[in-house]
């Protein structure tokens, strides 16, 4: 099982139906290839975690960075893992509307270290990983299985 991180810019404001669109793309395509995560939207910017068998993953975000609707994908966090952290969902979806206060803050200082250290090794950056950590672990008891 493996496990990719990333964050990336839109190149323009998304709309409910291009956001809808690119759902309804994950949702096909992670269960075709037994690919779980979350995806996050939140002014202008993506984080997104996905988790499967190595290869699916590594051919999942190849096929993203390909995506011509965001740029500069950065990897916050890729590594072997023991078990799924969302495996009840083959992609959950969030937005601003979404979001809580603390999670919005912590998305906020999630970036803002990302483009702090773009020309660094986010993986083994003990800062990011540490809000990664706190800001993922408040999605674990949504309700939602999509």
Not at 50 to 75: L, W, Y
Not at 101 to 120: I, M
Request: with cysteine; hydrophobic share 35%.
């Amino acid at each position: 099982m493996h496990r990719l991180i990333y964050t990336s810019s839109a190149r323009t404001l998304l709309n409910d139906g291009t956001l809808r669109q690119i759902l309804d793309a994950a949702h096909r395509n992670n269960e075709r290839d037994g690919i779980s995560g979350l995806l996050i939207y939140h002014e202008g910017c993506f984080l997104q975690l996905i988790e499967g068998e190595r290869q699916a993953v590594e051919t999942c975000f190849r096929r993203i960075k390909q995506d011509p609707r965001h740029t500069g994908c950065i990897v916050l966090s890729e590594e072997p893992v023991s078990s799924r952290m969302f495996g009840d969902w083959r992609m959950t979806f969030q937005t601003h509307r979404d979001l809580t206060g603390l999670q919005k803050k912590q998305f906020v200082d999630l970036r803002a270290v990302a483009d702090s250290l773009s020309n660094g090794d986010l993986r083994q950056h003990p800062k990011t990983q540490a809000i990664l950590l706190a800001f993922l672990s408040t999605f674990r008891d949504l309700d939602v299985a999509i």
